[in-house]
T-cell receptor
Framework: DQQVKQNSPSLSVQEGRISILNCDYTNSMFDYFLWYKKYPAEGPTFLISISSIKDKNEDGRFTVFLNKSAKHLSLHIVPSQPGDSAVYFCAAETPAGKSTFGDGTTLTVKP | GAVVSQHPSWVICKSGTSVKIECRSLDFQATTMFWYRQFPKQSLMLMATSNEGSKATYEQGVEKDKFLINHASLTLSTLTVTSAHPEDSSFYIC?????????????FGSGTRLTVV
């Protein structure tokens, strides 16, 4: 049973447009959600997070939205840049601090 | 910001030998570190939680006798893959959180690419 799902394995957008990456979860015990960016052969880099008590968190070009009733979160990147091309993982965390990752979405931003 | 150093970045070993991977928090103390494994085109799978001064907690399906974890200090955790076999070839990553720094995300090491031949 996969508790965190990223249903789109890949996404391609044009530079300057908005990138929207989606993530769904099933465990209502998750209380913290994070997005990571990962380049090949490197460890993930923390991008942005959101607590379950909020529905939106913004940091520069990155905004994460959380819909608790739908158990859905999304990451918006606007405007998208070629350097944003990477694999994006969403992760959901229990109060004990254990993270479960989605399978990742490969974002390609075309110049 | 918080930095986690992981070594080696890649290693090739013969089947049947053991390999040790180190994970160090460079500028913060981490009572807990996590070890993940990633197969190609798949997600990060949590293998175990490393606790300073006590036994590691392993996820279901992970052989604790094969993947030995030692967390001897607040800045160092090691993962030893014992009697490695080709199916152990994978990308191993550790992570830790600096709870004092205000960074709510985990900091990951750069990963270790293990190839068993």
């Amino acid at each position: 049973d996969q508790q965190v799902k990223q249903n789109s394995p890949s996404l391609s957008v044009q530079e300057g447009r908005i990138s929207i990456l989606n993530c769904d979860y099933t465990n209502s015990m998750f209380d913290y959600f994070l997005w990571y960016k990962k380049y090949p052969a490197e460890g993930p880099t923390f991008l942005i997070s959101i607590s379950s008590i909020k529905d939106k968190n913004e940091d520069g070009r990155f905004t994460v939205f959380l819909n608790k009733s739908a158990k859905h979160l999304s990451l918006h990147i606007v405007p998208s840049q070629p350097g944003d091309s990477a694999v994006y993982f969403c992760a959901a965390e229990t109060p004990a601090g254990k993270s479960t990752f989605g399978d990742g979405t490969t974002l390609t931003v075309k110049p | 910001g918080a930095v986690v150093s992981q070594h080696p970045s890649w290693v090739i070993c013969k089947s049947g030998t053991s390999v040790k991977i180190e994970c160090r928090s460079l500028d913060f103390q981490a009572t807990t570190m996590f070890w993940y494994r990633q197969f190609p085109k798949q997600s990060l799978m949590l293998m175990a939680t490393s606790n300073e001064g006590s036994k590691a907690t392993y996820e279901q399906g992970v052989e604790k006798d094969k993947f030995l974890i030692n967390h001897a200090s607040l800045t160092l955790s090691t993962l030893t893959v014992t009697s490695a076999h080709p199916e152990d070839s994978s990308f191993y990553i550790c992570s830790a959180r600096d709870s004092t720094g205000g960074n709510y995300g985990y900091t990951f090491g750069s990963g270790t690419r293990l190839t068993v031949v």
